[in-house]
């Protein structure tokens, strides 16, 4: 790791959330032009932004990381059945609004795959084995996501979400970026040169994420008052599922004899959720704006205020 990617992750939290203000206060005082020029720029600041996130995640290691059971059952029980199982209980405190139950299930049913690496790192948690299992976890909540917002929403989710504008955000801005990122990184096993750019394009992570939080946030200003009320409900229902989620997590851990280590990586994940990967998928949905978009950064805000919360308990 470079010494840019290390100060820039470590100060990750602050970028972010500068990032967020700079976009709101931005999007209030700019004119509709703009606004919605910010609004076009998202999608291909989503497309870099997954690139460089999954050009560091070791897609090409998959296999190996497969062979810890233990580790891979506690991520895979509390992310896939012991989460689902409290978000679907926690969907009993939001009214009868089919769009906003929506985005509140998109984000929170959805593991984190980036920024919780380096949470975890910062608490001494097992940060490697749950980088190398990234891939697994975006695999997996893929493939599990419409099951689980089926299950819990029955049909209304089919009137909600068009195939066409969904999959299409599916394969250009998940499946495109995470098949070029593989296809780069086998190239840079042989290649030094590639290699090289490999690794210093780690730098880009936290500032290409800063720049989609503007953008989203500034695209979305105008209309926030729109998302009010859906903010204000959403945002209890994030609340408990922060503080209830690290110990989902913990008893999961300790459901397979995990060492502490291993117990602290399971904690972050199962607390940070995939908001900014699901964000394009989010934003496909017809009608969906702006309050599927306010919501999901309702939940990026509510967690990384809980934070420094998590690393304190962590190291108890």
Known sequence: MTQLQES?????????????????????????????????AVNPALAIMLFATFLQLPIINIKNSLRNIGFISALSVSNFIFIPLLVTALSFLLPDNPMLQLAVLLVLLSPCIDYVITFTHLTKGNARLLLILTPYLLL?????????????????AHTLIEAKPFVKALIWLIAVPLLLALVVQKLSKD??????????????????????????VASVAPHIAQAKSAVLTAAPVFILFALLAPIVGAFTARLFSL??????????????RNSLVILPLALAIPGGVPLIPSVILTQTITELCFLPVYMWWARQ
Request: proline residues 2%; aromatic residues 8%; hydrophobic residues 50%.
């Open 8 to 40: 820039l992750e470590t100060k990750q939290v602050s970028i972010y959330l500068v990032s967020i203000i700079a976009g709101l206060l931005i999007g209030l005082s700019t004119d509709s032009f703009y606004t919605s020029s910010f609004g076009k």
């Open 140 to 156: 997996a909540q893929m493939m599990l996501l419409p099951v689980f917002i089926n299950a819990i929403m029955g049909g209304q």
């Open 191 to 216: 290649r030094e040169r590639i290699s090289i750019v490999v690794h210093r394009l780690g730098a880009l992570t936290v500032p290409s994420t800063a720049v989609v939080l503007f953008l989203v």
């Open 259 to 272: 060492n502490k280590e291993n117990t602290r990586a399971i904690q972050f994940s199962s607390s940070y």
